[in-house]
């Protein structure tokens, strides 16, 4: 397994890369959900975390703006 060559530049850049540090934080939010109290209704989180997923993934296999292939 090899990084690509401008991997600095994709992981600034790329909305797969951006989408995927949401779902992390989603995903941490839900684990501090119960010290949240009644904030949030509980699965939402996971929801919102499991679109950005699903986004991440689109974003992956989509070309994007400023993101030239090698």
Same mark, same amino acid.
Do not use: Y
């Given at each position: 397994?090899?990084?690509?060559?401008?991997?600095? /530049?994709?992981? &600034?850049?790329?909305?797969?890369? /951006?989408? *995927?540090?949401?779902?992390?934080?989603?995903?941490? @939010? #839900?684990? @501090?959900?119960?010290?949240?109290?009644?904030? *949030? +209704?509980? =699965?939402?989180?996971?929801?919102?975390? @499991?679109? +950005?997923? @699903? =986004?991440?993934?689109?974003?992956? *296999?989509? +070309? &994007?703006?400023?993101?030239?292939? #090698?």
């Amino acid at each position: 397994m090899n990084l690509v060559s401008d991997w600095r /530049r994709v992981l &600034q850049r790329a909305w797969s890369i /951006r989408l *995927i540090a949401l779902a992390a934080l989603l995903s941490g @939010a #839900e684990v @501090a959900l119960p010290f949240l109290g009644d904030f *949030i +209704a509980p =699965g939402r989180l996971a929801a919102l975390s @499991a679109l +950005a997923t @699903a =986004g991440a993934f689109v974003g992956r *296999i989509l +070309a &994007q703006k400023d993101m030239d292939d #090698e």
